[in-house]
């Protein structure tokens, strides 16, 4: 066996042919093949399967008790496996509180960063701030009015988990009587037991006093106290040594506070009467009859508290401020956290776009949901408040939403503050009536009163509908204390600097180790390219260079940052910011983050195995990707990637076709060697696809549009960045035209922009990553539709107007999200092929004599599943810490029905046979049920042979979910006046896949409908009837249309970025135009 390879041997999971494998070492090696031809079943499925389990059997047995055994893959033998990193095709969190910065640890290092050479500034005044000493801190206490009570606490732990019993022994030791734990103080000389895995807050209790009373000799200056010395009455000379001795017992108390609290303590101020409602800050935990532990269950709760520290003090607003520590800066952490959002950024409040979705509609005809038609609602308590507020204010319940004055919209949803209205009330039952007055609460805050007030979570749900994220009101969406946002490095903020594109970012770094180079030139990357520049977060000033002792505590902190920073650049992912919520990403994004995270770990000797780098990457942006994956293999690794991208198959050390179908046609190695060879091999479809001896077409001709887009859709790209000009176009606008027109645009960095998308054609919107395509299209544009024609509640981004609706009748978003999130869900059961099963099931003469209805054959209910497993195929086992885990039922053995339902067979097979069928299997099965039928055709029409009816869903790729929905649009009744979104339909495809794909997508448009499609295969984008192309560049270098037309016309264009690629590849071909 040569050492230089992995060696695959008898490979036969999935439905892979025994099949025998080199695959060269430290090599790129790209995987490829039609859909369901065994590609993900040799890489994931076994060659990293293989190499985790290996790793799991090299740990411990008590490690291996935790994590399980793991089932072997189906293979002979595998030799040369190194250890394993899949980076697959997956969003990175659905957790809320990461971000990019968490995920790539790059705000990990940032916040060692502020914590070590940050300068802390006052939140109030901005002020930077200064030390305190205890004299300072002694001459604020004696500022409290006379009466007020106080504790002097020295701070010990600070939210941190453990049982301290040893905290305790030490205070008893030296001398201290109590201890204030999480609030509550406790006597040191009891049992005091904490619960070690919660965190805890401990100080230590070092006095207790009573501000004194002053009189005007003691109250006065020294000057004037001297001058009344000869005359002071006993009184007086006895209220002067009282203030004497309180003053000295009160240093004493805050220098011993300093000394055990480490430079800070506490003085927590009382208020008067206890407040009801409110938790004792004191309880006895002493014996019987301590007079002081009386007195502290009788202290009324902290009035203020205030945090004094011989390092950060503010000396104007006379705040003082804790240390500089990592967790300040941490929004999962107390210490740093916004204590409104508690760290995630937003706050679920009421939404005004919700509450009122079609601002068309009248009052009496619903233009507020939560209210429905009042028309037919006229005995409501809605009705009668509605009614109350427009007679109170002179309105119409007739007069539609947006043409009603601006006053009563503002009182309907937010209340009429302290202005009462009159309200009137009858009750037929019992014939009494009467009258009331009082101010309206407002729409907002009754639904939120109410979402709060509820215990019901079907009502919660309801009142939840109307509700949005809406950024955190004390925070402003920074996610941060006050105190945290204070502190600044080279002139910036944390928060700041995570507003920052990347490309930004990256800049801000180099300047504080004074590598900025002056003059506005480009900077460059860890890999010698340069940075582009961005047009993000302005400096608030120009960035300060550290100093040599601040870089010699932070050089290697900056060193990561910048590397880090530096591999998100060269991936493609310039445009995003570290504050971007992770769930945002797109799975090519998540995954090329991943990809930039493991080059900065610098691991050699690895076997990376990746699925579709290339996804959601314009064609500009591929050749960075390519240098990255060989900067990977250059390390020493092994880089295996599934892949369909013609660049990175050229750019391939060795190719491996498989195939030569999907499914049960597939799971054989065509072909297998450098590109070149590939493209020589007569079976192998890739290598026809290389040479060129197949392509996808160019249509013959075009369908047009019936009209020009507007006067200005246009733009010109000057030589520093893209602005919108006026472009007279020869050809008149069109009213009669079928055009859809969204205008004013703003979401995200779209600028403003106003653009028409012609109806009846396939239209792809393009443009380089980040350029504001998904910000038009998925997230302004399809809600507008869903709201006004699916009745929908979904919350666009912003835009000024809305036209063409009269020319459709529906709206679908094809989106990549999963069918199901568990085992239940299959693509069957999604495309409502499985009904259509049971019944035929129903129907055979065995069934018949059980009494077996449709029902009996549903694994959803009791009767015919197996109870074992609830019908599942599965069992769950909670992990706890870890993911989930599904296991396959000991009992059914994954056949998901009891015994005597699988003895009902039709030609032979069981409702469980047929469920395991993969598409093509089933097609040939049910030929002659022509209602079965048709719908597997869907399936098969869109390349999906090769999945099982009965296959769980969340085994389905995001591609794969996308083409099982777009079957069901197929099997449905069409209407003609149908427009359907898609983004990235081609994730996943071989270039046959992507021919079967166009063919499906074409037959829509054929029957009248609008395809929105956005892509950035070069090989859809040259067939589209007409194309969008958004940019010039990423992030606020783009969201304006660069060019729009024919894939002919944006060819053309200079500026356009895909008409670049699109020039090369229509060389020489002018389709026509009907």
């Known amino acids: 066996m040569a050492k230089d390879a992995i060696v695959i041997k008898g490979a036969r999971e999935h439905n892979l042919k025994g099949v025998d494998l080199e695959i060269p070492r430290d090599k790129l090696v790209v995987l490829t093949g039609v859909s369901g031809s065994g590609k993900s079943s040799l890489a994931f499925d076994t060659l990293y399967a293989e190499g985790q389990r290996r790793y799991v059997e090299s740990l411990s047995a008590y490690a291996r008790q935790f994590l399980g055994q793991m089932e072997k893959p189906k293979v002979d033998f595998i030799g040369g496996l190194s250890p394993a990193i899949a980076i697959e095709q997956k969003s990175a969190s659905k957790n809320p509180r990461s971000t990019v910065g968490t995920v790539t640890e790059i705000y990990d290092y940032l916040r060692l960063l502020y914590a070590r050479v940050g300068t802390q500034h006052c939140h109030r005044c901005g002020r930077p701030v200064s030390s305190q000493s205890a004299e300072q801190m002694v001459n604020r206490v004696l500022g409290l009015p006379a009466g007020a009570r106080f504790m002097v606490l020295a701070p010990l732990v600070l939210q941190r988990k453990g049982e301290y019993k040893d905290v305790f022994a030490e205070a008893r030791a030296e001398g201290f009587a109590r201890v204030r734990v999480d609030g509550e103080v406790y006597d040191l000389a009891s049992d005091i037991k904490l619960n070690k895995k919660v965190k805890h807050t401990i100080e230590i209790v070092v006095d207790r006093l009573v501000m004194p009373a002053r009189t005007a000799a003691v109250g006065g200056s020294s000057e004037d106290a001297g001058m009344a010395t000869p005359v002071m ?3 007086q000379e006895g209220a002067q040594s009282e203030w004497d001795a309180f003053v000295t017992r009160l240093t004493d108390s805050v220098e011993q506070a300093l000394r055990v609290g480490e430079g800070q303590l506490i003085i927590s101020v009382h208020g008067g009467k206890r407040q009801a409602g409110r938790k004792p800050a004191m309880r006895a935990a002493g014996t019987a009859g301590d007079e002081d532990q009386a007195i502290a269950m009788a202290e009324p709760p902290a009035a203020e508290e205030w945090l004094m520290s011989e390092a950060n003090t503010c000396t104007s607003c006379n705040i003082s401020f804790p240390e500089l520590s990592p967790q300040m800066f941490s929004f999962n952490n107390p210490q740093g956290a916004c204590p409104e959002c508690t760290g995630l950024g937003t706050r679920l409040e009421v939404d005004p776009n919700l509450l009122v979705p079609n601002p068309s509609l009248t009052l009496h005809d619903g233009a507020v949901p939560y209210w429905g038609e009042l028309r037919k609602k006229r005995d409501s308590w809605g009705y009668r408040v509605l009614s109350a507020i427009a007679l109170h204010y002179g309105f119409d319940l007739d007069t539609p939403w947006d043409q009603l004055g601006e006053r009563a919209r503002e009182v309907i949803i937010y209340g009429s503050g302290k202005e009462r209205i009159r309200y009137s009330w009858h009750d037929e039952s019992t014939g009494s009536h009467g009258e009331f007055m009082r101010p309206w609460e407002g729409l907002a805050r009754e639904i939120s009163r109410r979402f709060h007030q509820t215990g019901s979570d079907y009502t919660r749900e309801f009142y939840q509908s109307f509700m949005s994220e809406q950024p955190c009101p004390a925070c402003h969406g920074a996610r941060l204390r006050p105190e945290s946002l204070a502190v600044t490095v080279g002139g910036h903020s944390l928060r700041e600097v995570t507003r920052m594109h990347i490309a930004d970012a990256l800049r801000w770094v180099m300047s504080l180790t004074g590598d900025d180079v002056p003059g506005g030139q480009r900077v460059h990357a860890t890999n010698g390219q340069a940075i582009p520049h961005g047009n993000g977060v302005e400096h608030r000033q120009p960035p300060a260079r550290l100093s040599d002792y601040q870089l010699a505590i932070v050089s290697d902190v900056l060193k990561e940052i910048r590397e880090r920073l530096g591999f998100l650049l060269n991936v493609g992912l310039h445009y995003l910011t570290l504050e971007r919520p992770a769930p945002t990403l797109s799975g090519g994004e ?47 690794n092994t880089v295996i990637v599934v892949e369909h991208d013609l660049e990175t198959m050229q750019a391939a050390d060795w190719l491996v076709d498989f195939g030569p179908g999907a499914g049960v046609k597939g799971g054989h190695v065509v072909a297998a060697g450098p590109p070149d060879l590939i493209a020589t091999v007569p079976e192998s479809q890739t290598g026809a696809y290389l040479a060129g001896r197949l392509e996808i077409a160019v249509p013959a001709q075009r369908r047009i549009a019936t009209a020009r887009p507007l006067a200005g859709d246009a733009v010109r790209l000057s030589r520093r960045r893209a602005r919108p000009v006026r472009v007279e176009d020869a050809v008149p606008r069109s009213t009669d035209a079928p055009w859809l027109e969204i205008e004013g645009a703003t979401m995200n960095n779209l600028r403003d922009v106003t653009v028409r998308f012609p109806l009846g054609l396939f239209v792809c919107i393009t443009g380089v990553s980040g350029s504001g395509k998904s910000s038009l299209v998925t997230e302004t544009l399809y809600p507008a539709l869903a709201n006004r024609l699916n009745k929908a509640q979904l919350k666009p981004g912003p835009f000024r107007g809305l036209r063409g609706l009269e020319h459709l009748d529906k709206v679908i978003d094809i989106d990549q999200q999963p069918i199901g999130r568990t085992p239940r869900s299959n693509p069957a059961t999604y495309v409502k092929l499985f009904d259509l099963i049971r019944e035929l099931f129903a129907a055979t003469n065995e069934a018949k004599l059980r009494g077996y209805d449709a029902g009996r054959f549903s694994f959803n209910l009791k009767g015919g599943r197996c109870e074992a497993c609830e019908g599942n195929g599965e069992k769950r086992i909670d992990m706890q810490f870890l993911a989930d885990v599904w296991v396959r039922c ?30 093509q299997t089933a097609l040939e099965f049910f030929d002659n049920v022509p209602r079965i039928k048709r719908i597997l055709q869907t399936l098969h029409d869109v390349g999906l042979d090769y999945i099982a009816l009965g296959q769980s869903a969340t085994t389905l790729s995001g591609g794969e979910a996308q083409r099982v929905k777009l079957a069901r649009e197929l099997a449905r009744a069409a209407t003609g006046r149908t427009i359907y979104i898609l983004d990235e339909p081609t994730t996943g495809l071989h270039f046959a896949d992507v021919q079967r794909l166009l063919a499906v997508l074409h037959r829509l448009v054929d029957a009248g409908n609008t395809v929105l499609v956005i892509e950035h295969n070069l090989d859809v984008i040259k067939t589209a009837d007409w194309v969008i192309d958004m940019g010039p560049e990423g992030g606020d270098g783009g969201g304006v249309v660069v060019a729009q037309g024919t894939p002919e016309d944006v060819a053309q264009n200079e500026a356009s970025h895909t008409g670049r690629f699109l020039r090369e590849l229509l060389q020489g071909v002018a389709p026509g135009a009907r």
């Open 590 to 636: 998540a995954q090329r983050i991943r990809l930039a995270s493991q080059i900065g770990s610098g691991l050699v000797g690895v076997m990376y195995i990746l699925d579709e780098p290339s996804i959601g990457l314009h064609q500009r942006d591929n050749r960075k990707l390519l240098d990255t994956l060989l900067k990977l293999r250059d390390l020493g």
């Open 890 to 919: 000991d009992v059914c053995k994954g056949k998901r029905y009891n015994r005597e339902t699988l003895q009902v067979r039709y030609k032979g097979k069981s409702i469980a046979d047929v469920l395991e069928m993969d598409v």
């Open 233 to 235: 009455g006993r009184a």
